[in-house]
């Protein structure tokens, strides 16, 4: 119906073959001069182009909208800032952030997927996603971003101009396995980046304590317990 609607839409299919592949399809389809991501199941707000085209300029590469989480459940009008387990990715990057970016990406996505606002140029210079991740794809390619020295901003948060995520039991993160699969294809890759090698050193790894879900359930566990627990095996 939106074809109908305004000659403006394309609407373009492909066999699935995975995030990954479906995006590089849409960016080989696009015609552009900036690309939105946007995930079936998350909502964009009315205003968020309009506040990101607001603030265009020639030196900036990617611009990163706020977002918001919001329950299956409850709906978009019950928006919240944490998601699941408080988990709050969310970092506000500037353009005059150069000392540590990629130092951030090594060790966090700093920003959910459709976020960002690129340049279609962006895509020219670091390449597309890497079809080889089923999950982390957007991290690896704003990794990659970041190497290549791309400058972000981040937008603000003005009225209706954010990013809605949707939570539900269903989602791709939920998925353990898959999760940490892609976590070791993820670290693979930029063991043999050379970008990041000469950043930062051959001897430099990527933390496991990013990818192993299980590690950082445990590190909720009260002090409390671990006390007690040290206290039966003395009595034993």
């Given amino acids: 119906k939106w074809l109908a609607k305004d000659s403006r839409f394309k609407y373009y299919y492909k066999k699935n073959g995975g995030l990954s592949s479906a995006r590089n399809y849409g960016l ?3 015609i552009g001069e900036f690309i939105q991501l946007l995930d079936c199941d998350d909502y964009l707000e009315k205003n968020k182009f309009k506040n990101q085209a607001n603030q265009f300029n ?18 978009i009008k019950n928006k919240r800032i944490l998601g699941r387990n ?6 506000c990057l500037l353009p005059d952030d ?5 130092l951030l990406f090594k060790n966090k996505n700093p920003f959910v997927v459709s976020a960002p606002l690129f340049r279609k140029s962006v895509f020219d210079i670091v390449g597309v996603f890497n079809e080889n991740l089923t999950s982390l794809e957007d991290w690896e390619f704003n990794f990659r971003c970041a190497l290549h020295d791309m400058v972000f901003k981040h937008t603000g948060y003005n009225k209706e101009d954010k990013v809605l995520i ?4 269903n989602s791709m993160m939920r998925n353990q396995l898959n999760m940490e699969k892609n976590s070791a294809t993820f670290k693979a890759v930029f063991r043999k980046n050379k970008m990041f090698i000469d950043h930062f050193g051959t001897t430099e790894y990527l933390s496991k304590n990013n990818f192993n879900y299980k590690e950082k359930i445990a590190l909720f566990i009260p002090p409390i317990f671990f006390i ?5 095996n003395e009595k034993k």
């Fill in 166 to 169: 949707r939570l539900h039991d």
């Fill in 58 to 75: 020639d030196s900036i590469d990617i611009y990163i909208a706020g977002y918001r989480y919001f329950e299956d459940s409850e709906g």
């Fill in 228 to 232: 007690l627990k040290n206290k039966l």
């Fill in 98 to 102: 150069k000392k540590d970016i990629k």
């Fill in 28 to 30: 080989d389809k696009s």
């Fill in 86 to 91: 408080n988990f709050l990715p969310e970092v």
